[in-house]
């Protein structure tokens, strides 16, 4: 535990959580914080049971309806509408994901819209994706719907919907076709799908995920992004990538390692030309060969934190060497973007670490370490869970391995900044059960409070 003042939100003998490290999950008055309520964290999401929606005011959780639209890394994407005093979340339909609309003043849900939100811009845009895709490719979807375009590996009908939450006019932004095809050809690779969107400061464009299936069982992500108006598509990076967030307008901070030689391997016309079945067992044996030669090596070869420019030049440096060492989860301070919060995947004694950043004078400041739980998911439980994944992930994986992954035992803690940037929030089950932690934070961003 930290030296610092770490303070619970949860009430007592409440299962709550938010999810990712990309929202502000306080409103802007900063006296309500949006939550998840659980019954059992050991249970991976059924599509039969609904959780709880709500917010934490005055450590009291208040109720105001239920979504079957979650996992447990995500969240439903529960998120405020600008300065309001409403926010939106994901639930599903009869045969669809869609939205809802909650004012937390009037204590009642206000609208039900046609589509998912994934991210939304102060005025009432809202971004989706599809989350049944999502989920067959063992990706953060949800769980109860069949993917409708399972057997087209790119299709031209799916992508990322633009709709306004107020005159609810929808449009395709661009589909999940014409970005497989950006600067590539479609059959490199096949399951194309997106995910991870994340609108810029000022709200006018938007970074995202292109990920799809290679014959060797593995995966490419292409870092992209798109104009909130459609146009401006770019692809600033490509190879193994992991989480991000801009930095600032033109900027993206995000983990990862390019122009490696696999990377190189999988791009060339010799990959394309041999057998799946060749690719994918020679793999196995150079990752084994690679095992054995390094058993004294420590680190991540290869990977850091980078930061690529948002523009033709797409100019890639090195972010934050030496102090940023491992993948985590960032979020830059919507306050002051010199500073950012992040946290670590657990260690060998299944320890994560909470810090803080600051890009200008390259300083890391620990706010705390938090350990995981021994229980173990409900594997009776799981298997509506896993029911839609493709055949070919769940072959990757034990039946114990993606029931733990999908149910709530999975906790990063995702640390997120209240908009102000006095404090940072995070889910944490170090003490048992799933709790959502505050850390006053203002004295190190010499921000006063009353």
């Known amino acids: 535990m930290s030296a610092y003042a770490l303070t ?4 007592e003998n409440e299962n709550l959580f938010f999810g990712f490290h990309d929202l502000v999950a306080w409103n802007s008055g900063g006296d309500k914080i949006l939550a998840l309520r659980i019954d059992d964290m050991r249970t991976p999401p059924d599509g039969i049971k609904p959780i709880d929606t709500g917010f934490i005011k005055a450590g009291e959780f ?3 309806g239920s979504t079957l639209a979650y996992n447990y890394p995500q969240g439903a994407r529960q998120q405020w509408i600008g300065d309001s005093n409403t926010y939106i979340i994901n639930d599903r339909g009869t045969d669809t994901w869609i939205s809802k609309v909650y004012d937390t003043e009037a204590l009642k849900l206000v609208k039900t819209l046609k589509h998912p939100t994934h991210v939304i811009t102060n005025d009432g845009w809202a971004f989706g994706i599809d989350y049944a895709r999502l989920h067959r490719v063992g990706g953060y979807g949800y769980t109860g719907l069949a993917d409708k375009n399972a057997a087209n590996n790119a299709p031209a009908d799916a992508g990322i919907i633009k709709h306004n939450i107020y005159t609810e006019e929808a449009t395709l932004l661009v589909s999940i076709k014409d970005i497989a095809n950006f600067e590539t050809t479609e059959n490199i690779g096949q399951h194309h799908y997106i995910t991870h969107l994340l609108l810029n400061p000022k709200q006018d464009r938007i970074a995202f ?8 069982g593995g995966e490419t992500t292409r870092l ?5 108006n459609g146009e401006g598509l770019r692809c600033l990076s490509a190879g193994f990538l992991s989480h991000f967030d801009w930095k600032d307008d033109n900027s993206v901070l995000i983990w990862g390692r390019t122009g490696s030689n696999i990377e190189k391997l999988r791009g060339s016309l010799i990959y394309r030309l ?3 079945g060749f690719i994918f067992y020679a793999k196995k044996i150079i990752k084994s060969l690679r095992k054995k030669g390094n058993k004294t090596s420590t680190g991540n070869s290869g990977f850091n934190w980078l930061l690529i420019s948002d523009d033709e030049q797409k100019k890639c440096e090195t972010f ?3 102090k940023m060492t491992e993948d985590g989860h960032p979020m830059v301070c919507p306050a002051n973007r010199d500073w950012l919060v992040c946290d670590t995947y657990p260690n060998e004694e299944g320890i994560r670490q909470l810090y803080l950043y600051q890009y200008s004078t390259n300083n890391k400041i620990e706010l705390g370490r938090y350990k995981m739980i021994d229980d173990k998911p409900d594997i009776s439980k799981a298997k509506n869970a896993l029911s839609g994944i493709d055949p070919e992930v769940l072959k990757a994986f034990s039946i114990e391995k993606m029931a733990f992954y999908r149910s709530g035992l999975h906790c990063d803690l995702h640390p997120r900044w209240k ?9 944490s089950i170090h003490e048992g059960k799933r709790l959502i932690y505050s850390f006053d934070v203002s004295e190190y961003l010499n921000i006063k409070t009353s």
Not at 8 to 11: A, E, F, K, M, V
Not at 209 to 216: A, F, G, N, P, T
């Open 8 to 11: 619970p939100l949860n009430i």
């Open 62 to 64: 208040i109720k105001l």
């Open 209 to 216: 995920l292109h990920r799809y299936k290679l014959k060797d």
């Open 224 to 228: 992209m992004t798109i104009g909130t």
């Open 274 to 276: 041999l057998p799946s």
């Open 320 to 322: 934050a060497a030496g």
């Open 419 to 427: 908009g102000d940037g006095t404090a940072v929030a995070f889910d």
